[in-house]
């Protein structure tokens, strides 16, 4: 089973499993409300299913901080309804968390500063941050063959995403005929993941009986300006990527200030660099590969 089946991680999961062997069952939040338990116990018992993959979430950070009650139906209550169930059925699951549930404070101090590890304390600074922490508790409470999978500044072919937005401002300002310039902060680093690799991997996980809390994200780190800066570069735009603060740019919700991560698990296969992420969607998105 796939909950969040028509969401951009979701649509890679489904596709992942079909090609690693699997018999797919996408479930779209039309389909499953993940909040509903007697919705939920009657879809995996209906399913049958050897393995559920969650990816059904509230994603909309800057919303959350005024809809929190709702966010926390789905990335909290959610979570735990569909790992409890799953736990009742013998079903292993994977749950996908964020790297919003850490504080933006470099691990290891000044001078030594290293990517968030799965035993790194966390902090969420926002109220999806804290829906995703509490979602990640409830899974892992649940008992049972339950991964929980941290990742980090998602892109696909399939969903809203930074990528894509700024090649969408490039294109828009190419057809207005003039120079083409973006504003994007450099205070903000993470691990750019592309979920084509980041789905096969969350299959990988379940082939494996992999449990417990993981790291999966792009290998290295870079701010929003420098991921920018390079999806032009590879795309083959011209656009100039002017600097900006978080400040300059203020949202609604606190976005952590730095949130790489990287596994100290033995058991996990690292994801290759974001760098090649990048170029696997871009790739993707002109239809060259299946994504």
């Not at 292993?92 to 404070?105: C, I, P, T």
Request: with cysteine; glycine share 12%; charged share 20%.
């Amino acid at each position: 089973m796939v909950t969040g089946a028509g969401g951009m991680l979701g649509v890679d999961v489904v596709a992942a499993a079909g090609r690693a062997g699997h018999e797919p069952l996408p479930l779209t939040h039309a389909e499953l409300d993940v909040s509903d338990a007697t919705a939920v116990d009657a879809a995996i018992a209906s399913a049958r299913a050897d393995a559920l993959v969650n990816c059904a979430a509230w994603t909309d950070v800057d919303a959350a901080e005024t809809h929190r009650e709702q966010a926390f139906a789905v990335n909290a209550r959610g979570a735990g309804v569909l790992a409890r169930a799953a736990g009742e059925a013998g079903v292993a699951m994977v749950h996908v968390s964020s790297d919003y549930v850490f504080d933006g404070r470099p691990p290891g101090g000044p001078g030594q500063a290293r990517p968030y590890r799965e035993s790194d304390p966390t902090g969420p600074r926002s109220a999806y941050g804290e829906s995703k922490l509490a979602g990640e508790r409830e899974v892992l409470a649940a008992g049972g063959q339950h991964a929980v999978v941290r990742s980090a500044w998602l892109f696909g072919v399939s969903g809203r995403n930074f990528v894509a937005t700024m090649l969408g401002l490039a294109a828009e300002q190419a057809q207005q005929g003039g120079p083409c310039e973006v504003r994007v902060v450099t205070d903000q680093v993470g691990s750019p993941t592309w979920t084509g690799h980041l789905a096969p991997a969350l299959i990988g996980l379940l082939d494996r009986g992999v449990s417990g809390l993981v790291h999966l994200a792009g290998g290295g780190e870079v701010s929003w300006n420098g991921l920018a800066t390079e999806a032009f570069r590879q795309a083959g735009v011209e656009c100039r990527v002017r600097p900006a603060t978080t400040a300059e740019m203020a949202r609604p919700a606190p976005r952590p200030a730095f949130s790489a991560l990287e596994s100290e698990r033995e058991d996990v296969l690292p994801l290759p660099p974001w760098q090649d992420g990048l170029a696997g969607y871009l790739a993707a998105r002109a239809g060259m590969i299946r994504s």
